[in-house]
């Protein structure tokens, strides 16, 4: 480390509780500190350059340098730096960015609710659908369902609805009323001898009596991503969500799309909804919205929510519930230039085909001794590495092989994500095929080294 990245490193270590770190061993390893950011790459402290292959966190779309949003934010710093969305006032950045995703997504959700995060956005679903149901006279319809392994958020409410244990244990997660159903990812969840199709049958029969045995009435909503990502890149298989569509308007239960990391497209079309062929009722929007630039987020949903929560808020003189951040000026027009960003440098397209040639590369990993399974789908996919390709065993937690992993990708000068022992792709939607062919090329030089490393420790 030279001097100013020691000094700093030190103070790191002093003075943050990092989130989804292992604190202790954040105070012997200590911070990667990154300094400068340029298109798809980054640079360190030290000076060691990185391809950002996993966009920070799921999340800038134009690249780390676009200069439209820079100016986007200096303009309107100096017109009017904040003002809030709260009782009667508004700021046309807000407004604007409002009229743009109500264009720009599905043609049935037409209004918006602005938040800060993610997590405050699905923390802010559960609240608007229990008032909902409140002022429809459904005081019992509050449960939700979500999936093993889903990823929404890590509020109290947003949390619950996650379903990864690291963000339930000794949080006293879930603690709202959530059940979570079982993953749609075949390869690790599969029966032996079902079939694919059998998978998914399986699945939604699930999903039904888990709604008969709650009682139809319990139940407000259904909440997914449409691809899962923080959960390990998982693609549903075919007929999945037009199923829990079919499944969930029989019911009268919501259906929900988080499309926090799907969106702004990430898998080739402009939303996750669209990819995977169903029409949510609400909607969850963040991360690529601004490239997370600056934070925001944004709930989309239909006229039907929008007039019982908009009737309930007649009754009790308001609805009380909002940030201080909602819809802030600056972020909106970070938003608005962003948007425009991904529009005309035609990114949605070129992440389809940026997705094709990096599912075609990634998909020749698959007969490495360590990988268990290549998956994805547009610009997201996983590599889950495994002991045995031939039983799909995994490798016992206490080896941490994907850390380890995502360690020899970083000195590759590869920034992955280790997701288990899935190592996650989601590069910019800047990306160009010689882009792709470096990433895959670092993938498998960091696969090589990991089985190497694996072999000399017994492991594999």
């Known amino acids: 480390m030279n001097m100013l990245s020691n000094s700093l490193a ?21 911070p990667t500190i990154m300094v400068k950011g340029d298109g798809i790459r980054v640079t360190d402290s030290n000076g060691k350059e990185y391809i950002e292959a996993m966009a920070g966190l799921w999340s800038v779309a134009v690249g780390f340098s676009e200069p439209k949003l820079r100016e986007a934010a200096d303009k309107q710093m100096g017109l009017l730096p904040y003002y809030h969305t709260f009782a009667f006032k508004s700021h046309e950045p807000s407004i604007r960015l ?26 802010t679903i559960v609240k608007m659908v229990w008032y909902m149901n409140n002022a429809l006279g459904r005081p ?31 949080f006293d997660l879930p603690a709202i009323p959530v059940t979570h159903l079982t993953t749609p990812h075949f390869y690790r969840f599969g029966e032996e001898g079902e079939t694919e199709e059998q ?20 139940i407000a909503a259904f ?20 199923g829990v569509q079919e499944i969930c308007r029989k019911y009268d239960i919501l259906v929900v799309a988080d499309e926090v990391i799907n969106g702004f497209g990430r898998l080739g079309t402009p939303f996750g909804c669209q990819k995977m062929g169903f029409e949510p009722d609400i909607m969850t929007l963040s991360k690529q919205i601004t490239s997370s630039y600056l934070p925001l987020s944004a709930i989309m949903f239909t006229d039907k929510v929008y007039q019982a929560i908009a009737d309930n808020s007649h009754k009790l003189g308001t609805f009380g519930h909002g940030f201080t951040g909602s819809g802030h000026p600056v972020a909106s027009a970070v938003g608005l230039a962003n948007l425009e960003v991904i529009e005309e440098k035609g990114l949605i397209e070129n992440a389809a085909k940026m997705g094709e040639i990096m599912q075609a590369e990634l ?36 080896v941490k092989a994907g850390m380890k992993a995502a360690d020899i990708a970083a000195d590759e000068g590869l920034i992955t994500r280790a997701v288990g022992d899935t190592l996650a792709l989601c590069p910019p939607l800047i990306v160009t095929e010689d882009d792709v062919l470096e990433i895959v090329a670092r993938m498998k030089r960091t696969l090589d080294r990991a089985l190497e490393a694996m072999q000399a420790e017994g492991l594999k």
């Open 10 to 30: 030190a103070t790191d270590i002093a003075t943050q509780l990092h989130p989804y770190t292992d604190a202790r061993a954040f105070e012997e390893k200590g």
């Open 98 to 123: 409002a009229e743009k995703l109500v264009e720009m997504t599905p043609e049935h959700l037409t209004k918006v609710h602005f938040t800060n995060s993610g997590s405050e956005a699905n923390d």
């Open 140 to 170: 019992e319809k509050k449960k939700f369902l979500a999936r093993k392994k889903g990823y929404h958020g890590i509020t109290i409410a947003s949390g619950s609805l996650t379903g990864l244990p690291a963000n339930h244990g000794d």
């Open 199 to 218: 998978f998914t049958a399986r699945l939604l029969k699930e999903l039904e009596d888990t709604i008969l045995a709650e009682g139809p009435e319990t």
């Open 223 to 242: 909440i997914g991503e449409p691809v899962m990502g923080a959960g390990g890149v998982m693609v549903p298989p075919v007929g999945y969500w037009p």
């Open 363 to 398: 998909a020749k990993l698959a007969d490495h001794p360590l990988v268990g399974e290549v998956r994805g789908t547009g610009l997201i996919a996983g590599v889950e590495l495994v002991q045995d390709k031939a039983t799909k065993a995994p490798f016992d937690p206490k």
